[in-house]
């Protein structure tokens, strides 16, 4: 879900999760191999490479933009979840579990990015203090930053937590 997604992107920007390295092929053929089915659909038109790359380039915003974007998605996945939990019948009880994965998935994550954020600041600010500068965007010591990527709530859609071992 594009909730999961805006998080890790901005982990990206700030450093702490390394770009995929693709093993097989080029990134322009694991996108064509992924997207072709949806090249029979008429509507919407299909997107092109270039033009996912182009939108997915989020290095021209800063990374606090992105962690409220996703704060924003976490918070409206979690009402619509909710709302369908609320609407759920006696025939449609088998996929109560799977939407309360889906809650617990979003209030994790969002607990975890406030946590995040949280200690970006404190870090920030410190930084700010000693070095009499704004150029200190992140975690002071990022390469000590340990970011945990779990699977133990949704089989699909994971749980990322990042551990600054000073705070720890």
Known sequence: MIWTWHYAIGLRLDDLLPADATVYGSPSIRFAHRF??????????????????????????????????????????????????????????????????????????AVYLHQYTKQRHDNLQTTNVVLGGVDALSIQDKKTATVIIKYDVHPTYPTIQVKDPVSA
Not at 82 to 88: E, I, K, N, R
């Open 36 to 109: 072709q089915p949806f090249g029979r659909l008429q509507y919407p038109a299909p997107l092109s490479y270039d033009d996912f790359v182009t939108n997915c380039d989020f290095s021209q915003y800063k990374v606090q933009v992105v962690y409220q974007s996703a704060d924003e998605c976490f918070k409206l996945a979690r009402t619509r979840v909710d709302q369908v939990l609320a609407m759920a019948t006696p025939n449609r009880e088998h996929v109560v579990p799977e939407l309360k994965a889906l809650v617990k998935v979003c209030v994790t994550n």
